[in-house]
């Protein structure tokens, strides 16, 4: 049975100015989720779990209906509010076998065939763990533009201890190494540090820990919706993933996070200055044999 991946395709991305999922960065103008949808299902996922927003999500799912193959197993869920990526999640529930094992990703990152592969086979075995891909810095910074990035610590059995979300960091003119302007320290980040891109898999026993925190925020989604209707505002609060599964680690609870670390370079869109060094280094995967001209080729 192969396990679900859940894309969080939800957030509205206003900096970036537009649909992210929709960018359209393939040699043959494939938008970002369809190249992370084709690489997940020739890694093996049986079935991709779009979670959408109400503005968005339509246009999301109008592309996904053209464009996809039939043999493609696709569900899409709704996450009414932005409260988070926890929150989007959960949002996803009804659309899983909540007793089996599921992988969660962006929607507009590109993982990687390898990757998602190193993934698909965790989950595939009962070993009683989460698991985290965990990428070079160095590979997962496609400009000199600062992006947000989760460092991560291990200890000596390869599970998680720590990770600390470290903010405008930015590539240096080594390439090899970055610095970050959040006033953490330390500022200078080597290019090898293990870093989170958010490509997680969880056992069934993440949903307790997520229904937790998302009672602990205080946040009731049918609350906040009433209260926008009578001319309220939102808390400006989210529950983020990797907050509470560091938290989690952190505490001792929960069943331990293995990181799966990988020599794949990461593919993704932060700004829209990405777009053409995003596009060419898809065009050299391409040329180079390291991804497939033709995109879900094995979905038939």
């Not at 965790?122 to 400009?143: C, I, K, P, W």
Request: hydrophobic letters at 45%; a negative charge; one cysteine or more.
């Amino acid at each position: 049975m192969a396990p679900s991946l859940v894309v969080l395709a939800a957030g509205l991305a206003k900096r970036y100015g537009g649909c992210k999922p929709l960018a359209p960065i393939g040699p043959s103008g494939e938008a970002v989720i369809d190249l992370l949808a084709s690489d997940a299902v020739t890694a093996g996922f049986g079935r991709i779990v779009l979670v959408l927003h109400p503005e968005t999500g339509p246009a999301i799912r109008y592309h996904v209906e053209q464009c996809w193959p039939g043999s493609v197993e696709v569900a899409f869920a709704e996450q009414r509010l932005p409260l988070g990526t926890v929150h989007a999640v959960l949002a996803a529930r009804d659309a899983l076998e909540t007793d089996r094992s599921f992988a969660v990703s962006n929607a507009d990152d590109v993982y990687g065939e390898a990757a998602m592969g190193m993934l698909a086979a965790q989950l595939a075995t009962d070993n009683g763990e989460h698991a985290l891909v965990g990428y070079r810095l160095a590979s997962t910074v496609a400009t000199d533009d600062p992006v947000t990035r989760g460092i991560c610590e291990v200890d000596p059995s390869g599970h998680l201890v720590a990770l600390t979300e470290r903010r405008k960091v930015a590539r240096q003119a080594d390439g090899e190494s970055f610095r970050s302007g959040d006033g953490v320290e330390p500022a200078l980040l080597s290019g090898d540090l293990p870093t989170s891109v958010n490509l997680w898999g969880f056992q069934p026993a993440i949903w307790d820990v997520f229904e937790s925190a998302m009672d602990a925020s205080g946040l009731d989604e049918d609350a906040l919706i009433a209260e926008l209707a009578a001319g309220g505002e939102l808390p400006g609060v989210e529950v983020l993933l990797p907050e509470v599964v560091a938290t989690m680690v952190a505490d001792g609870i929960g069943l331990p996070v293995r990181l799966l670390t990988t020599d794949a370079r990461l593919v993704g869109v932060t700004h829209v200055a990405d777009l053409p060094m995003v596009s060419a280094e898809l065009a050299r995967q391409v040329a180079w044999g390291m991804r497939p001209a033709n995109i879900f080729a094995d979905a038939g």
